[in-house]
Nanobody, 125 residues
Framework: QVQPVESGGGLVQAGGSLRLSCAAS????????MGWFRQAPGKEREFVAA????????YYGHSMRGRATISRDNAKNTVYLQMNSLKPEDTALYYC??????????????????WGQGTQVTVSS
């Protein structure tokens, strides 16, 4: 299995930027597609972005499309989420998750096998 650990969250003003990182320990990182999800209090977990195991494809959810970029560095066992033009409604706990590459990379949270603990992003107005 792989164990993701997120970092990079924090407090930022509206219009600002943050880059989240997710370092994965354990089994071979390139065996997994990686995804970012977020969850605000009282709301369902929401898909943000996904990247396939060799960076050959990316997929974005509606909420941050055009403002977020997902990337990965398999040599560093790390996936990134660059977020720009942040809005107060982007405030949430952001999770990194891994899905075995034998399946297609997905926007469905229930199809991911391993999850980190999350990193908090708070955007002030």
């Amino acid at each position: 299995q792989v164990q993701p650990v997120e970092s990079g969250g924090g407090l930022v003003q509206a219009g600002g930027s943050l880059r989240l990182s997710c370092a994965a320990s354990g089994r071979t990182f390139s065996n997994y597609h990686m995804g970012w999800f977020r969850q605000a209090p009282g709301k369902e977990r929401e898909f943000v972005a996904a990247i396939n195991w060799n960076s050959g494809g990316t997929y974005y959810g509606h909420s941050m499309r055009g403002r977020a970029t997902i990337s990965r560095d398999n040599a560093k066992n790390t996936v990134y989420l660059q977020m720009n033009s942040l809005k107060p409604e982007d405030t949430a706990l952001y999770y990194c998750a891994a899905r075995d590459r034998s399946a297609y990379y997905s926007s469905n949270y229930y199809e991911y096998d391993y999850w980190g603990q999350g990193t908090q992003v708070t955007v002030s107005s």
